[in-house]
């Protein structure tokens, strides 16, 4: 049997990178490990089965020629650890999310996350033995990073007796779906091409039977928060009982009910 590939991202010595890099080529892996300065990762140069390319991981164009070189050169890859990330630098770390600078935030977001799109970008087509079920990631991952952001807010603003509430609404009936189905393409070579209908499906699930009117949802809203003691959290509308159970549920267990839920391929 073949090695397997593996590429590494963030590998510069005395982080996890660099370990793991060692360790994937220990086991016998080929792997590619990269950082934005090679020279920061000289200690594996002499390393069996590893080799050295520079990446910055905030430039696609970087990502995408990194991945094609892998790919040309070994045929396949079949392991990719999205390791690269920063911290706030000096002392921004510890500062109240709300006095950290805007352009900061920005970069560490960057590199921290939308690193992690660029190069999976480029390596999913060269890796994907079949299609894959799309999912509404964007959207889910952007409404992730609010509640995250929230609940340190909620700890930050007690202090200033300020009380913070975060609502999350299940299925409400708005313009929301209509708006995005009337913009919604497909690009032609598209892996997920087989799943429109899947698409379409996941689209519309907040316009079922159940779904609150965005009238009603505005009405308890505003009673929650003009009351004298907001909810910490708080959600209404379709499938909420639904969410609500499954968070309570093994994580693993959760997800898998839910891809099954829009992955079968629709007649």
């Known amino acids: 049997m073949s090695k397997p590939v593996v590429l590494i991202t963030g590998c510069s010595e005395g982080g996890i990178g660099f370990t793991m890099a ?4 220990r086991r016998g892996c080929k792997v590619f490990a990269t950082a934005r ?3 920061k990762m000289k200690g594996l140069r002499d390393t069996p089965n590893v080799e050295l390319m520079a990446l910055d991981v905030t430039s696609a164009e970087n990502a995408a020629n990194v991945v ?6 070994e045929g396949r890859i079949d392991i990719v650890i999205n390791n690269a990330g920063m ?6 770390e510890f500062r109240p ?9 920005q970069a560490v977001y960057d590199t921290n996350i939308l690193s992690v799109l660029r190069v999976s970008r480029a ?11 799309p999912w509404c990631g964007v959207y889910a991952s952007s409404k992730a990073a609010i509640q995250s952001i929230t609940e340190v807010l909620q700890m930050e603003c007690r202090p200033l007796n300020i009380k913070v509430m975060i609502c999350s609404p299940g299925g409400i009936k708005t313009q929301i779906a209509q708006n995005a189905q009337d913009k919604f393409e497909l690009q032609p070579n598209s892996l997920y091409s087989k799943y ?4 379409m499906l996941r689209m519309w699930a907040s316009h079922v039977p159940g779904s609150m009117t965005a ?4 009405k308890v809203l505003a009673d929650k928060a003009m009351g004298s003691n907001p909810p910490l959290y708080l959600t209404m509308g379709s499938h909420t009982t639904t969410f609500a159970l499954l968070k309570w549920l093994p994580r693993l267990w959760a997800l898998n009910f839910m891809y099954k839920r829009y992955a079968t391929l629709k007649k």
């Open 123 to 133: 390596a999913v087509p060269h890796m994907a033995k079949k299609s894959p079920t």
């Open 87 to 92: 911290a706030c630098f000096g002392n921004l």
């Open 215 to 218: 009238e009603e949802f505005a």
């Open 97 to 105: 999310i709300l006095e950290v600078p805007l352009e900061q935030i």
């Open 37 to 39: 300065n090679v020279d």
């Open 22 to 25: 060692s360790e994937f080529a």
């Open 68 to 73: 094609d070189h892998i790919a040309n050169q």
């Open 196 to 199: 429109l209908d899947n698409i």
